[in-house]
């Protein structure tokens, strides 16, 4: 199966710091996703990305959050205040077309303290 | 506002027995299906993309069959094993004004298999 790696696996970070999460794709995946999981809870939609601009974001992607590409290959989540309630596994997803099997990474646990 | 609900919540059968995991999701207007596998604290494993227009789709032991219309999706495993043991998610990509392949999901099954 095609693989998406996510880095840091783990983060630990105090309540109003800054966080970036980075996803390295599948080659020629050009849609992009993140969600997330609260522990115990649903996966949950955050946002949407193709032809390098957000194509949907779900209400939890507020002001604080941000998305890019920054060198046209890896795929970045930036929270620029991170608060307790962000504490989550954030998955990132890439698939080939808008509506194909979408891989999804390990995630990344972030634990805001 | 499309909602995934899959039953049961929790499963827990003997190793060889074929079990049936259930999902339904409110809008039939959907492009497609996806079924997940989670393992504790781990990513999410795609098992079977359904196709709207598809009825059955097949992969070793699983089988998943969708009923668009009553909007209803079910995944069936055959000789279920130990190793079977994860979280079973099922996931729906709407086609009504959603756009690029935002994906909908339930709470899960989990399910254990023991020896």
């Known amino acids: 199966e095609p693989e998406v790696t996510q880095t840091p696996s783990h983060q630990v970070t105090q309540m109003g710091q800054e966080v970036i999460l980075r996803c390295v794709p599948i080659?020629?995946?050009?849609?992009f996703y993140w969600y997330r999981q609260i522990l115990g809870q649903k996966v949950e939609f955050l946002v949407s990305?193709?032809?390098?601009?957000?194509?949907?974001k779900s209400e939890i992607f507020d002001d604080q959050f941000s998305v890019e590409r920054p060198d046209g290959s890896n795929f970045t989540l930036k929270i620029r205040s991170t608060k307790l309630e962000d504490s989550a596994m954030y998955f990132c997803?890439?698939?080939?077309?808008?509506?194909?099997?979408?891989?999804f990474g390990q995630g990344t646990r972030l634990t805001v303290v | 506002k499309q909602e995934v609900t899959q039953i049961p919540a929790a499963l827990s059968v003997p190793e060889g027995e074929n079990l049936v995991l259930n999902c339904s999701f409110t809008?039939?207007?959907?492009?497609?299906l996806q079924w997940f596998r989670q393992d504790p604290g781990k990513g999410l494993t795609s098992l079977l993309l359904?196709?709207?227009?598809?009825r059955e789709q097949t992969s070793g032991r699983l089988n998943a069959s969708l009923d668009k219309s009553s909007g209803r999706s079910t995944l069936y495993i055959a000789a279920s094993q130990p190793g079977d043991s994860a979280t079973y998610l099922c996931?729906?990509?709407?086609?009504?004004?959603?756009?690029?392949?935002?994906?909908?999901f339930g709470r899960g099954t989990q399910l254990t298999v023991w020896p």
């Open positions: 809008d039939s207007a959907i492009y497609n």
């Open positions: 359904i196709q709207s227009s598809q």
């Open positions: 990305f193709y032809n390098n601009e957000i194509s949907e």
């Open positions: 080659s020629n995946h050009l849609y």
């Open positions: 996931a729906v990509i709407g086609n009504r004004g959603s756009t690029l392949g935002r994906l909908y």
């Open positions: 997803a890439n698939a080939r077309g808008a509506y194909t099997e979408a891989f």
